[in-house]
């Protein structure tokens, strides 16, 4: 199985920008997509961004097409979620997870993986 670790989170103005990375270990060896999901209290999980098994396939929620992009280094067994222009309703724990398979995995009951999240604080 795949392990995911998040790092990058942080507080930034709206308008500004960071750089989200989320880490993959364990049985790398094998086709997984990754994902970037978020969450405020209250609220169920929802997709940001995601990224198939060789990163040629992406997927953007309409909430950030235009201001995110998503992006995985298999060399580094990595995914990046690069996030610009934020706003202040981008304020939410960022969950990076990991899902077999080739596909581009939109919803989060294809992930059997998550990390601890990353807290992102988008300020006016």
């Known amino acids: 199985q795949v392990q995911v670790e998040e790092s990058g989170g942080g507080q930034v103005q709206a308008g500004g920008s960071l750089r989200l990375s989320c880490a993959a270990s364990?049985?790398?060896?094998?086709?997984?997509?990754l994902g970037w999901f978020r969450q405020t209290p209250g609220k169920e999980r929802e997709v940001v961004a995601a990224?198939?098994?060789?990163?040629?396939?992406?997927y953007y929620a309409d909430s950030v097409k235009g201001r995110f992009t998503i992006s995985r280094d298999n060399v580094k067994n990595t995914a990046i979620l690069q996030m610009d222009n934020l706003k202040v309703e981008d304020t939410a724990v960022y969950y990076c997870?990991?899902?077999?398979?080739?596909?581009?995995?939109?919803?989060?009951?294809?992930?059997?993986?998550w990390g601890q999240g990353t807290q992102v604080v988008v300020s006016e």
């Open positions: 364990g049985r790398t060896d094998g086709a997984f997509g």
């Open positions: 997870g990991a899902a077999n398979g080739f596909a581009t995995f939109r919803s989060d009951v294809y992930y059997g993986s």
């Open positions: 990224v198939n098994w060789n990163g040629g396939g992406v």
